[in-house]
């Protein structure tokens, strides 16, 4: 049974960096893509970017000068980083495990609420 | 990138109605298509993959069809817990698009 726990910082100002991380319980870390999606309040969801675990990534062209991701497979984790960030990245973001056939997502984490205010 | 685009955006229902929500891609996404089921607070459920294939433990009561653009979710019997937003998903080619959601609700 795998789960997904996440944590980072909740609540930033405009410019700084979010920076949040996935724990991944359970089974393997190899053999899948690892995702990061937000939803900012009351609007639909966004799929942000993925990553394996050789590190080879796809990113939302939208976000890709901004956005980086991380995998730490000695420790079954997955980072996501976003600089300069700005109310706009105001949401929820989650974190997901992907199969490498038709790339369907179907462990998520349960969110990290980020809010960038001054 | 791929668009998607969902339909309707809301529509309003009784229990035991059969319910049809779909999508459509901006060019042949093949069978890459995922449905998603979201509750207030909670994060997104996956429904069906790869267009048509039931996701482990999902009730028999939704079904998806489609290939090439065009896709569809039914929830052949609703009941109370179906009341949600749903999501499609095109995962053929990055970026990984949504639909923008159709939140079903209770006449």
């Known amino acids: 049974q795998v789960r997904l726990e996440q944590w980072g910082a909740g609540l930033l100002q405009p410019s700084e960096t979010l920076s949040l991380t996935c724990q991944v319980y359970?089974?393997?870390?190899?053999?899948?893509?690892w995702s990061w999606i937000r939803q900012p309040p009351g609007k639909g969801l966004e799929w942000i970017g993925e990553?394996?675990?050789?590190?080879?990534?796809n990113y939302n062209p939208s976000l890709k000068s901004r956005v980086s991701m991380s995998v730490d497979t000695s420790n079954n984790q997955f980072s996501l980083t976003l600089n300069s960030v700005t109310a706009a990245d105001t949401g929820v973001y989650f974190c997901?495990?992907?199969?490498?056939?038709?790339?369907?997502?179907?462990?998520w984490g349960n969110g990290t609420t980020v809010t960038v205010s001054s | 990138d791929i668009q998607v685009t969902q339909s309707p955006s809301s529509l309003s229902a009784s229990v035991g109605d059969r319910v049809t929500i779909t999508c459509r891609a901006s060019?042949?996404?093949?069978?890459?298509l995922n449905w998603f089921q979201q509750k207030p607070g909670k994060a997104p459920k996956l429904l069906i993959y790869?267009?048509?294939t039931l996701q482990s433990g999902v009730p028999s009561r939704f079904s998806g069809s489609g290939s090439g653009t065009d896709f569809t979710l039914t929830i052949s019997s609703l009941q109370p817990e179906d009341f949600a937003t749903y999501y499609c998903q095109q995962s053929y080619s990055a970026p990984r698009t949504f639909g923008q959601g159709t939140k079903v609700d209770m006449k």
């Open positions: 790869a267009a048509s």
């Open positions: 990553i394996n675990y050789s590190g080879s990534t």
């Open positions: 060019q042949t996404i093949t069978s890459s």
């Open positions: 997901a495990r992907t199969f490498y056939y038709h790339y369907y997502m179907d462990v």
């Open positions: 359970g089974r393997s870390f190899t053999g899948f893509f």
